[in-house]
């Protein structure tokens, strides 16, 4: 069984920043994609960025050049770094590795 675990998250001032981690356990980290979603209460969960097992990285048009997204395979571990923080980054951020979710963290980015 794999668990994942989000950490990071917290309070921020608009175009402050924040890195957010995903601490993965077992053994099959490294071969497989990660992503990371974040979701507003009553909207749908939505993908923010992506990295696959090579390092091949994606993002959604709202995080293009304020975030990005890393992993480091010897730790199990991957990373989104998020700068320019904006009030609608709010949400609670998780991570996704194969079928696996984190249970989230927060980030709060206040008006």
């Known amino acids: 069984q794999v668990q994942l675990v989000e950490s990071g998250g917290g309070l921020v001032q608009p175009g402050g920043s924040l890195t957010l981690s995903c601490a993965a356990s077992g053994s099959i980290f490294s071969i497989h994609a990660m992503g990371w979603y974040r979701q507003v209460p009553g909207k749908q969960r939505e993908l923010v960025a992506h990295i696959s097992s090579g390092g091949t990285a994606g993002y959604a048009d709202a995080a293009k050049g304020r975030f990005t997204i890393s992993r480091d395979n010897a730790k199990n571990t991957g990373y989104l770094q998020m700068n320019s923080l904006k009030p609608e980054d709010k949400a609670v951020y998780y991570c996704?590795?194969?079928?696996?979710w984190g249970k989230g963290t927060q980030v709060t980015v206040p008006s």
């Open positions: 996704q590795v194969n079928k696996y």
